[in-house]
Every structure is written in C-alpha cells, then in structure tokens.
C-alpha cells in the first residue's frame, strides 16, 4: 500500500509539474506556494488514511500469532 501511495503521488508531482518561468516573480511566488499548499494537504490526507489501510493486515498478522 505504502508502495502504491508513493507511486500515486510520485505521478501527481510529475504530472502536474510546470516551472512557471513565464510568470512574473509574485505570480510565479503566489503559484507556487498554493501547489505546495495543495500537495501538503494531499500528503496529509495519505497519512490519514494509512493506519486504515494497514488494519487488516495487522489483524491478519494478530491472528496468526494468537490463532
């Protein structure tokens, strides 16, 4: 999962990266921060959901220690 989350991101930054050389300073600033802003929450929401994507799993390992 964690593999596939890294993946998933790793596509959206390459994908939706721009340099963004063509803008003035301050519009290239104001840009760029609210992609960083965007990606974070993103990264965030990931981190979130990690521990649920991992809770069958480590039920499964659970069981077969005690079972």
């Given at each position: ?31 760029l921060?609210?992609?960083?802003k965007?990606?974070n ?27």
């Amino acid at each position: 999962m964690m593999f596939l989350s890294f993946c998933t991101l790793s596509l959206k930054l390459g994908s939706s990266l721009t340099d963004c050389s063509h803008l003035p300073p301050e519009q290239r600033r104001k840009k760029l921060l609210a992609r960083i802003k965007n990606l974070n929450q993103e990264i965030q929401r990931e981190r979130e959901q990690r521990p649920h994507d991992l809770l069958p799993f480590l039920l499964w390992i659970i069981q077969m220690v005690l079972g």
